[in-house]
T-cell receptor, first 117, second 114 residues
Framework: GAVVSQHPSWVICKSGTSVKIECRSL??????MFWYRQFPKQSLMLMAT?????????EQGVEKDKFLINHASLTLSTLTVTSAHPEDSSFYIC?????????????FGQGTRLTVV | AQKVTQAQTEISVVEKEDVTLDCVYE???????LFWYKQPPSGELVFLIR??????QNEISGRYSWNFQKSTSSFNFTITASQVVDSAVYFC???????????FGAGTRLFVKA
């Protein structure tokens, strides 16, 4: 299957600082990527859909000014958590969409564990 | 509305027991995909299976099997002869046309005791 890589795998930052998480499709081009957030012992919640060359589409309740998404190339989407606070501590996972002849598939990165102290 | 329900929050079994994880979904789309993922303590999502809405054939892969029934909107997952390494959280997920968003169920935490 296709490979999606996230970086970093984990990060600790101070409250009030910003953190950038990268999501790369390593062996395919992804016009669409998705960002999810997972709080401890909870499910994955879709935050936004990232489209290459255009603005991201955010799910209801997700602050677009706090979670900045940039999809500047067909292989890279970034999520920046601005002015992070302890309540933003979570596991963030991206996925990349690929359209194959037999259908569309999504491949997930390994996730980034963010801890804000 | 699109929805995935995993009613079992936690399941605990003894090694070598069979266990079935339930998944019920809701969608108005006629074309959709169903998935199962395993999430071990390390956090990454491990893809287990993908099934499209037009393929109701059940599937078996080693100790894993899946039962897809459109009539009951269910996509259940059975682990035969469970092992300690099967301990993880299992998510059922639904992707539908029009963007291919993936919606996850709440997950079922499986404990397999030696």
């Amino acid at each position: 299957g296709a490979v999606v890589s996230q970086h970093p795998s984990w990060v600790i930052c101070k409250s009030g600082t910003s953190v950038k998480i990268e999501c790369r499709s390593l062996d395919f081009q992804a016009t669409t990527m998705f960002w999810y957030r997972q709080f401890p012992k909870q499910s994955l919640m879709l935050m936004a859909t990232s489209n290459e060359g255009s603005k991201a589409t955010y799910e209801q309740g997700v602050e677009k000014d706090k979670f900045l998404i940039n999809h500047a190339s067909l292989t890279l989407s970034t999520l920046t958590v601005t002015s992070a606070h302890p309540e933003d501590s979570s596991f963030y996972i991206c996925s990349a969409r690929i359209d194959r002849g037999h259908g569309t598939e999504a491949f997930f990165g390994q996730g980034t564990r963010l801890t804000v102290v | 509305a699109q929805k995935v329900t995993q009613a079992q929050t936690e399941i605990s079994v003894v090694e070598k027991e069979d266990v079935t994880l339930d998944c019920v979904y809701e969608t108005r789309d006629t074309t959709y995909y169903l998935f199962w993922y395993k999430q071990p303590p390390s956090g990454e999502l491990v893809f287990l299976i993908r099934r499209n809405s037009f393929d109701e054939q059940n599937e078996i892969s080693g100790r894993y099997s899946w039962n897809f029934q459109k009539s009951t909107s269910s996509f259940n997952f059975t682990i035969t002869a469970s092992q300690v390494v099967d301990s993880a959280v299992y998510f059922c997920a639904l992707s539908y046309t029009g963007g291919f968003k993936t919606i996850f169920g709440a997950g079922t935490r499986l404990f397999v005791k030696a």
